[in-house]
């Protein structure tokens, strides 16, 4: 997708180039079957994560079939939040620009949770999810964001 990334100490660092782009999990989540039986991939995804640099930023529930599109969250979305900077999408617009982010997606729960430090508080979203089907998470980003995804206890 055009991303430069470095590992650092506490975080995965990506550098965004021109957008919209995406940058969504590897892994996608999804209901487990009712039947039973092997199921495959994960019910739960978790990020957390900051943006710095440019302001104009979403994060978001995207369903498998729309990773391809760079442009899903930032016309489209529904499943999240937008940057204050942001001039674009649906999505309610939160002061999370440089601020450490988390966000669980439970499939088995059918809702999704972004949590927004604050210097004094945390601000707390929660969505029920709309789709059917596989999901990811996902940042939509524009040229000069930076994107700091924790690591170690992704789940």
């Known amino acids: 997708r055009g991303f430069t990334v470095s590992v650092e100490a506490e975080a995965v660092r990506a ?4 957008g919209p782009v ?14 039973g039986g092997q199921w495959s991939i994960p ?19 995207v369903p498998e079939s729309e990773c391809e599109n760079q ?39 059918g809702s999704a949770s972004f949590a927004v430090e604050t210097d004094d ?4 979203r929660k969505h029920l999810l709309p789709f059917v089907g596989p999901v990811r998470l996902a940042i939509s ?6 994107v700091f995804l924790q690591r170690g206890r992704a789940r």
């Not at 550098?15 to 021109?18: N, V």
Request: one cysteine or more; glycine letters at 10%.
């Open 15 to 18: 550098m965004s180039p021109d």
């Open 22 to 35: 995406l940058l969504h999990t590897l892994l996608a989540a999804d209901k487990k079957p009712e039947s």
């Open 43 to 61: 019910s739960r995804l978790r990020w957390k994560f900051k943006v710095t640099g440019n302001s104009s930023w979403q994060v978001g529930v």
């Open 71 to 109: 442009r899903y969250l930032y016309g489209e979305g529904v499943v999240g939040l937008t940057a204050a900077g942001t001039y674009a999408a649906e999505m309610e617009k939160v002061d999370m620009h440089g601020r450490w982010v988390e966000v669980v997606c439970d499939c088995e729960r």
């Open 121 to 124: 508080r945390v601000i707390s």
């Open 141 to 146: 980003t524009f040229n000069g964001c930076e």
